[in-house]
């Protein structure tokens, strides 16, 4: 089993539409995720961390599921401009430094 | 403006041609990585460093080599590049992992071994 998984799509949404991914990890110990975006082989960048209450930036919405083990990231209102590869990203343990990437879910929002 | 920069950002070499790709960052980051990305594999770590004289494996660190001497600084060696390590490179930053801060990337170098 990989340690972070990811559906890699392609997800195709209308514009104006919501859509979500998950993204799961094995380590149970696990600390720190985060939502990466990138752009067609561009280099990935920060969308957001995701914390454990969850936390929400403008359209996006990021949640921590622990118990299952899986971290979502909600897209509300689609642009064509979020069509992006979204990458989960997690740090499976505290004082370590070892980040572990998913494959990513690539969405396509459609005109 | 606060950046990783990476050179070249292509690069096509015959095997057994040493080459450099340099990583520069201006935040005063003391961790910097290397990652490769293939298709269907993800970003995977090739070197990490903690900080200077500080650098360690990652995942799949077999035909490269790195170097820490300055906190800016992390260049990425192929000391005799072959076809299988055709790939997109990205370094990449942040402040000390123990503090769980994110990482900041450079914007790749496309690296073609024939």
């Known amino acids: 089993r990989k340690e972070v998984e990811q559906d890699p799509g392609p997800f195709n949404v209308p514009e104006g539409a919501t859509v979500a991914f998950n993204c799961t990890y094995s380590?149970?110990?696990?600390?720190?995720f985060f939502w990466y975006r990138q752009d067609c082989r561009k280099e990935p960048k920060l969308l957001m961390s995701?914390?454990?209450s969850g936390n929400e930036d403008g359209r996006f919405t990021a949640q921590l599921n622990r118990a299952s083990q899986y971290i979502s990231l909600l897209i509300r209102d689609s642009k064509l401009s979020d069509s992006a590869t979204y990458l989960c990203?997690?740090?499976?343990?505290?004082?370590?430094?070892?980040?572990?990437f998913g494959t990513g879910t690539r969405l396509k929002v459609l005109a | 403006e606060a950046q990783v920069t990476q050179n070249p950002r292509y690069l096509i070499t015959v095997t057994g041609k040493k080459l450099t790709v340099t990583c520069s960052q201006n935040?005063?980051?003391?961790?910097m990585s290397w990652y490769r990305q293939d298709p269907g594999l993800g970003l995977r770590q090739i070197y990490y460093?903690?900080?200077?004289?500080?650098?360690d494996k990652g995942d799949v660190p077999e035909g490269y080599k790195v170097s820490r001497k300055e906190k800016r600084n992390f260049p990425l060696i192929l000391e005799s590049p072959s076809p299988n390590q055709t790939s997109l490179y990205f370094c990449?930053?942040?402040?000390?992992?123990?503090?769980?801060?994110?990482?900041?990337f450079g914007n790749g170098t496309r690296l073609t071994v024939t």
């Open positions: 380590n149970s110990a696990s600390q720190s």
């Open positions: 990449a930053s942040s402040r000390s992992p123990l503090q769980e801060p994110p990482l900041h």
């Open positions: 990203v997690v740090k499976p343990v505290t004082g370590t430094y070892k980040y572990i």
């Open positions: 460093s903690m900080n200077v004289e500080v650098t």
């Open positions: 995701v914390y454990s």
């Open positions: 935040m005063n980051h003391e961790y």
